[in-house]
């Protein structure tokens, strides 16, 4: 046994060891193919974004001919109307081309400087323009035909075209370089894939050659196998007698350790009370310094005798009894685990009755009712533990009920087969779906701490569901409710137990 269990440990270890070698290979391998992904489509944004750019500037250069053009021939044929028409829609299209053309280069120093420049071009171009057509307007056709010869209106327009020329340029000398990075992200990412491709065919190859080996050794394992199953029970048996033993010995620790802390905890507690009988002196004698010799009053002493120090005590106060109350926590799971369990049969629904009986001053309050839907099945068990279960379950049930909700809690319970369910359901504040499982964990919470308790209640419902051969769990939402199911055998077993399972 001891030859296999080692040689299960090595080809566990080895598995283990191939596992993590190529999870962090292949980890290695996307992480670096995100980041070329991530690389390539930044220079592809880049990329497209310098198309952009130079679209842009095509467009303004379109304009600004197509207003030039359109200009010159309203000058030529003043009676043909569409030329002006066709210059104003140029005209006003200008500036939505620029201002487009201003938001692509803001990012570029160069860009924006000559972009500067293009607009103070076309400012000038702009009077120039406006002032033709205002001799025109003005009948004097003659004139305007005459400074448009005069004016050299085809210098703006050379000083126009070299400016949308230089940023064409700058543009183009980017675009080059963003299409180099975009094929050289495009092999990287292609380089990753391969390296993927390889790493993943030898982690495969690896791991299939080591679970054949494995496969080899249990062939070979099984006829020991085989003899180790026919002592199985007697093996189970002296594991189930070690773990009671060590369950016992834990149950003995934390009673021993639990009992031990309170002695210094009750030194503590006292001498806390000495304190504050000291510090309630210390206070008088600062009022009788105060009235009687003002001159030797500190602040400072005053301070602390009236606040820093009350504050101190109570802190410890606190502290000290809550710690208590955890150790009483402690001692009474301690006790629960510990004390022998006497099954009889017992009236379920008259339990639940009692401890509606004990919360009536609670539910009232509470505006909630407690109902018990049908007759609930008898079960045979220990009647400690049944009432602690469900005093606990119940009462847990009223403490999270929503403010402004009437409460409704219900006990419903059925038999499947051998064993018992019971369900405890309310329309409280619910229970988060990360928490279902912690709240049954020794001091765990769910939610908002804004109810009394140390987390104790459903901890020590599981020990005692668990020591009567039971399971419990929830259904939560949150806001809406929440449902305990505790599944129990009919009839507890017990070396003394001679009662019949409930019918």
Known sequence: MAGIRGSDESI???????????????????????????????????????????????????????????????????????FLAIYRNSANAV?????????????????????????????RLAAIREHSLDLIAAGRVAEARGAFNTEHSAVPMADIRETLDRMSAAEQKLLDVRERDVVDSERMFYAVLVLSAVLLLIVAITSLATVLGYTRDLGRSRDALASLNAHLEEMVADRTQDLTRANEEIQRFAYIVSHDL?????????????????????????????????????????????????????????????????????????????????????????????????????????????????????????RFSIEQVLSNLIENAVKYLRPGVPGRIVVSGRYEGPRVVYEIADNGRGIAASDHARVFDLFRRSGAQDRPGEGIGLATVRALVFRLGGLIDLTSTLGEGTTFRLSLPRTLAHPDNVQDNPQ
């Open 95 to 123: 500036p939505l081309r620029l201002k487009h053309l201003r938001r692509l280069v803001r990012d570029n120093p160069e860009q924006t400087a000559l972009y500067r420049l293009l607009l103070a071009q076309m400012q």
């Open 262 to 382: 309170r002695s210094p905890l009750v030194n503590v507690m006292g001498f806390t009370a000495e304190l504050e009988a000291a510090a309630g002196s210390l206070r008088t004698l600062v009022d009788r310094v105060e009235a009687e010799a003002p001159a030797l009053a500190s602040p400072d002493a005053a301070l602390a005798a009236r606040e820093d120090l009350p504050e101190a005590i109570g802190f410890i106060r606190s502290s000290t009894q809550r710690m208590d109350r955890l150790i009483n926590a402690i001692l009474q799971l301690s006790r629960y685990g510990r004390r022998v369990l006497s099954p009889e049969r017992l009236d379920v629904s008259a339990i639940v009755g009692q401890v509606r009986d004990t919360l009536a001053h609670r539910l009232a309050e509470a505006e909630a009712v407690l109902e018990v839907s049908g007759r609930l099945p008898d079960v045979v068990s220990d």
């Open 12 to 82: 566990g270890r080895r598995l283990t060891g191939f596992m993590v070698v190529g999870f962090l290979a292949l980890l290695a391998v996307g992480l670096a193919a995100a980041w070329t992904t991530s690389r390539g489509q930044t220079h592809i944004r880049w990329l497209a974004h310098s198309y952009e750019v130079q679209n842009a500037i095509l467009d303004a250069r379109q304009t600004i001919e197509r207003g030039e053009t359109s200009r010159r021939g309203y000058l030529l044929a003043p009676r043909q109307t569409d």
